[in-house]
């Protein structure tokens, strides 16, 4: 599968990546782990996307409440599929990091969405999100 985001996000994730102070502290070690997530989501990796949880890691999308990587992944094969489509648009619009939290947001268009607005909200512990959230305003096309 080619690469989720167009070549300007995935550029963005790699040099936030690269000049995260990786572990340096609470807020290094939530922005190296966000970071390491989204370059995960950005190449399609979901080995690496899910060893960023734990087994007791809660994820909040749209209402579900997933705990574990296995109850994760089918929301992440199915957020492939929609964001690994030809023509797919994602701008990261704000990254913000406070000890234990990271919090972004984004929008993005697929060949069948528009997202006008996404947000994800991660609390990291110990190098893995133990809990985080992911809420979307999509408009069909």
């Known amino acids: 599968m080619g690469s989720i985001f167009t070549k300007r996000m995935t550029s963005i994730a790699v040099v936030l990546a690269l000049g995260a102070p990786a572990w340096a502290g ?5 922005e190296a782990v966000v970071n390491h997530h989204l370059a995960a989501f950005g190449n399609a ?5 899910l060893s960023d949880y734990t087994e007791a890691s809660v994820l909040i999308a749209n209402g579900t409440v997933m705990t574990g990587p296995e109850e994760m992944r089918p929301l992440f094969e199915a957020l492939f599929a929609e964001f690994g489509q030809p023509d797919v648009t994602f ?3 704000n990254m913000q990091f406070n000890g234990r939290i990271g919090y972004l947001i984004w929008t993005a268009e697929t060949p069948d969405n ?5 947000t994800d909200t991660f609390l990291v512990e110990d190098g893995k999100i133990v809990a985080q ?4 305003k999509t408009t069909a096309k």
């Open 26 to 30: 609470e807020v290094g070690m939530t």
């Open 133 to 136: 959230t992911l809420t979307t």
């Open 45 to 49: 990796d979901m080995d690496a996307m």
């Open 114 to 118: 528009i997202y006008e607005l996404g």
């Open 91 to 93: 701008e990261m619009t």
